[in-house]
């Protein structure tokens, strides 16, 4: 695969009017594996772009399904409709921005090939297939850093270029260990044997020693190790002995190649902190909205001017039928409502999406009210770091937020805060509008 064609596979079309993309032939469609539609084009078929499409910025739903199969369909109608009219882009799908850059390109091109070698690993095996099958998949979950899997995958494959290695396959060099000087440096010896990984192993806060007797071996070793992954924070301990290993191979580099010696502790201090700082990273990552707000603390209450609006959004979900209902309120600097809308969907994507889509209905109802001035409760703390920074991980998300921040412009003032949940009101709303078949509003506030 040539550059053109592997920039062209992570890319997708991102939508705006649609004017630019072509149904048949661009690759459109985020949840399709390739971004293609799956479809066979029916014979009597005349439309070609996207924007054929779409009418009064929404999918025109009885020609969708009409046109797609089903799974084509449910994921076209997923897509959010820009309502800026802004052109179609182009969406890099592994970067945080969707903006390709060489250090991405690399990165991505850098794992795949990985991966790649790695699959072939696997189905060069035969009768361990299996045991070296949850090997892989073990190693390539590990809450560690790319590198240190890629490190640990050359040490199970015996590639690691230790003295011995280096030695018989090009008969220069040494292969005693530098270390103790005692014995061929294996890689078996550089992590368990020699004198000087055996004091990092004394300092270390975790002690395999039921696993002596496999030292001998690597692959064994590490198979038997991973036995523990189903005890109490046995994870935790595999993932931590792998930056040990890590660190001990550093240290024997920085002596080999720099004379310079470091005391065991550091080294193993090192190891422990490289791991938390990933694992900290790991599960910033994947928290989720309610554990965000849980850290985050509590909500600081925010300050109502007497001339700004507030709104207030809340969104349930019918499981049977995955339509959404979404409520939203807008209260004076008195607390007293001015507006209130009940608005069914007949979708229900994942929550973020759903919350964004809210968002965006909310500020549309405060513009068509002819507010100036509006501080939006957004009750997701994912959602806020996405509209306050524009940038989002998905290119759904990404024409969400850039939908949100182009309506903003159009107020004199229009600010985000996180929601503190401190108007019940707003969630019977939502759950009201599960059972109506049209969008309600109300203006008497004894009404709502």
């Keep these: ?10 890319t997708r079309k991102k939508i705006g009017n649609g004017k630019a993309t072509n149904i048949w032939e661009d690759n459109w469609i985020p949840g399709n594996k390739d971004g293609r539609v799956t479809s066979t084009r029916p014979q009597d078929c ?28 449910d994921e076209i109608l997923d897509i959010p409709i820009s309502i800026s009219g802004r052109e179609d882009g182009n969406y890099w799908l592994h970067s945080g921005n969707g903006i390709y850059t060489v250090n991405s390109g690399y990165k991505t091109l850098s794992r795949e090939t ?15 297939a299996n045991s070296n099958g949850k090997q892989w ?56 044997q020699c004198c000087r990984a055996q004091e990092v192993w004394k300092m270390a806060p975790i002690q395999w020693d039921g696993l002596t007797g496999q ?30 290993l890590w660190q001990i191979w550093k240290r024997r580099n920085e002596w080999k190649f720099n004379a310079k010696r470091e005391h065991p502790w550091k080294t193993v201090n090192k190891a422990q902190q490289e791991w938390q700082e990933q694992v900290s990273a790991w599960s910033n990552e994947i928290m989720t ?6 850290e985050g603390g509590e ?57 964004a889509e809210a968002v965006k ?37 990404s024409t969400l937020a850039d939908d949100i921040n182009n309506l903003r412009a159009l107020f004199q003032k229009c600010s985000f805060c996180l929601d503190g949940r401190l108007d019940k009101r707003c969630d019977l709303i939502s759950d009201y509008a599960l059972g109506i078949l049209q969008d309600e509003e109300w203006i008497n506030s004894q009404c709502v």
């Design 1 to 10: 695969m040539n550059v053109r064609d592997f920039v062209q596979k992570g």
């Design 46 to 73: 005349t439309i070609r772009r996207v924007d054929e499409l779409i009418s009064g910025f929404r999918w025109r739903k009885p020609l969708v399904p009409r046109t797609f199969n089903r799974k084509d369909a």
């Design 114 to 128: 990985t991966q790649h070698i790695v699959g072939r690993a696997d189905e060069a095996e035969t009768s361990s």
């Design 137 to 192: 998949k073990w190693l390539w979950k590990l809450r560690v850093k790319r590198k240190i899997k890629h490190f640990i995958w050359r040490s199970l494959n015996g590639l690691l270029p230790v003295n011995a290695l280096v030695f018989n396959r090009t008969n220069h060099g040494d292969p005693i260990c530098d270390g103790c000087g005692d014995q061929n440096e294996s890689i078996e010896h550089m992590f368990f």
């Design 215 to 244: 030292t001998g071996n690597f692959r064994v070793w590490w198979n038997a190790m991973l036995e523990a992954s189903g005890r109490i924070e046995g994870r935790e301990h595999i993932e931590l002995t792998t930056n040990i």
């Design 289 to 294: 909205p309610e554990d965000a707000g849980r």
């Design 299 to 355: 909500v600081e209450p925010v300050e109502v001017r007497s001339d700004e609006v507030q709104i207030k959004i809340s969104t349930s979900v019918q499981e049977q039928t995955k339509c959404v209902g979404i409520g939203i309120l807008a209260i004076n600097h008195s607390h007293q409502v001015m507006s209130a809308w009940g608005l069914i969907d007949r979708k229900a994507v994942n929550q973020l999406q759903t919350i």
């Design 361 to 397: 209905m909310a500020i549309i109802k405060a513009r068509h009210q002819q507010w100036q001035k509006i501080t939006v409760h957004v009750p997701s703390p994912q959602l806020l770091k996405v509209i306050m920074s524009g940038v989002a991980k998905d290119i759904k998300m």
